[in-house]
Structure formats: C-alpha cells, structure tokens
C-alpha cells in the first residue's frame, strides 16, 4: 500500500506560479511511475504530467513550457512546478502512483491516489 497526500494548492493570479507537492507513505519514486492529473468542475479527470521511475517526463500539450515535474527520493516526494498560470488550469490536482500504469496517461492504471489539491486561477 502506497498513502500519497498532496499539498501546494491555492488561489493565485493568472501568470502566477504554484508548486504542488506529493509525499509517498513510502519509497516509491525508484520503482513507480508518479504522476500528476487535475479534474475540473463538470470535466473528466485528466492527464497533466508523470515521471518514471528511470526518470522519462512526460507532460499533456497545455504543460509542456509550463509546467515541471521534479522529484526528490530522499523525500519520497514528487512536486509539480507550475508557472504562467492560466484561468483554465483551475481543477483539482491529483497525485497517483502505480508500478506499471499501462499508458501513462490514463488514469485507470494509477491504482494510488492522493486526496487531491484545489488550485484556482484567477483571471
């Protein structure tokens, strides 16, 4: 079992920058793919970015340039980095993790979640 909480979230202006964090309960980030989606009102959850546990980054097309995904093992943390921020980018942001997620971008592989994080831009 992996317990994964996300922090970071807020109300932050457009053109504004965030950084999400997401602490594994334990070592994950050498053996699962960690990854970030977000879920707005009304909207099917989606992909944003992931990592793997070799380090390939991957990011949706709206992320790329804007977004980062970092890691830390010592910390069994894995942080989104996000700058320019846009209204559309409001959602809540989920953490997930999973051994092998198939394709990384489908969120019915990640079999861990965090309990999400609210982000709201402002225009």
């Known amino acids: 079992q992996v317990q994964l909480v996300e922090s970071g979230g807020g109300l932050v202006q457009a053109g504004g920058s965030l950084t999400l964090s997401c602490v594994a309960s334990?070592?994950?980030?050498?053996?699962?793919?960690m990854a970030w989606f977000r879920q707005a009102p009304g909207k099917e959850r989606e992909f944003v970015s992931s990592r793997t546990w070799i380090g390939t980054t991957y990011y949706t097309e709206s992320a790329k340039g804007r977004f980062t995904i970092l890691s830390d093992n010592a910390k069994n943390t894995v942080y989104l980095q996000m700058n320019g921020l846009k209204p559309e980018d409001t959602a809540v942001y989920y953490c997930a993790a999973d051994r092998k997620p198939g394709r990384y971008e489908n969120p019915i592989g990640y079999h861990y979640w965090g309990q999400g994080t609210q982000v709201t831009v402002s225009s």
């Open positions: 334990r070592r994950t980030l050498d053996s699962y793919t």
